[in-house]
């Protein structure tokens, strides 16, 4: 069935390094993988996303990747910023335009 | 607009009894999702309304749970003969067609004891 699958679970990083958060899917018809950054006890929010047409797309300091043949794409947030903190979560199109979304990578940033 | 309206913010229930809430969706959006989020883990799909038409109902939905959209406007999801399983955060999200931005409300967190 559709899945995605999200890697890691938690990140921790110190304030100004590089975070990667990886993920794959396992529905070939996906075309469409947005990234939401959710706050504690808040919504979920987009912070970027990517279509199949396209390989990688960047905004300021984050930057997605798209490898639709081995069915990857990752995250990166540069100069990491304490606000950066927070549970992020991956997701794919599936039939009808539902996301799937990944179980979230906790990423603390340290000052 | 606002954005995406859900109520009420939290609800606590006992065992066996029905629930009912409410998402207001960005207006011009044609598109709502309920997805049911679970403390450490990712939204998971419910249901899915393009206008007032419920397109894709998930296989791990149990009978209990309905949901409706008249006039595709608002929605609402009822769980019926709640358990303490069902307890999570419920989440409505709205967008203007496929593969565009989700806009997602604040969530209505479900306690059954």
């Known amino acids: 069935g559709e899945n995605v699958e999200q890697h890691p679970s938690t990140l921790s990083v110190q304030e100004g390094d590089s975070a990667v958060i990886k993920c794959t899917y396992s529905?070939?018809?996906?075309?469409?993988f947005p990234w939401y950054k959710q706050e504690l006890g808040k919504r979920p929010q987009l912070i970027i996303d990517?279509?199949?047409?396209?390989g990688e797309k960047k905004d300021q300091r984050i930057a997605v990747t798209l490898n639709k043949t081995a069915k990857h794409f990752s995250l990166h947030i540069t100069e990491t910023q304490p606000e950066d903190s927070a549970v992020y979560f991956c997701?794919?199109?599936?039939?009808?335009?539902?996301?799937?979304f990944g179980q979230g990578t906790e990423l603390s940033v340290k000052p | 607009d606002t954005g995406v309206s859900q109520d009420p913010r939290h609800k606590i229930t006992k065992r066996g009894q029905n629930v009912t809430f409410r998402c207001d969706p960005i207006?011009?959006?044609?598109?709502l999702y309920w997805y049911r989020q679970t403390l450490g883990q990712g939204p998971e799909f419910l249901t899915y309304?393009?206008?007032?038409?419920?397109?894709?109902k998930s296989r791990l939905l149990s009978d209990r749970f309905s949901a409706e959209r008249p006039k595709g406007s608002f929605s609402t999801l009822e769980i019926q003969r709640t358990e303490q399983g069902d307890s999570a955060m419920y989440l409505c999200?709205?967008?203007?067609?496929?593969?565009?931005?989700?806009?997602f409300g604040q969530g209505t967190r479900l306690t059954v004891v």
């Open positions: 997701a794919a199109s599936s039939e009808g335009g539902k996301l799937i």
């Open positions: 309304f393009q206008n007032e038409a419920q397109l894709e």
């Open positions: 529905d070939s018809a996906s075309n469409y």
């Open positions: 207006s011009e959006h044609n598109r």
């Open positions: 990517i279509r199949s047409n396209v």
């Open positions: 999200a709205s967008s203007y067609s496929r593969n565009t931005e989700a806009f």
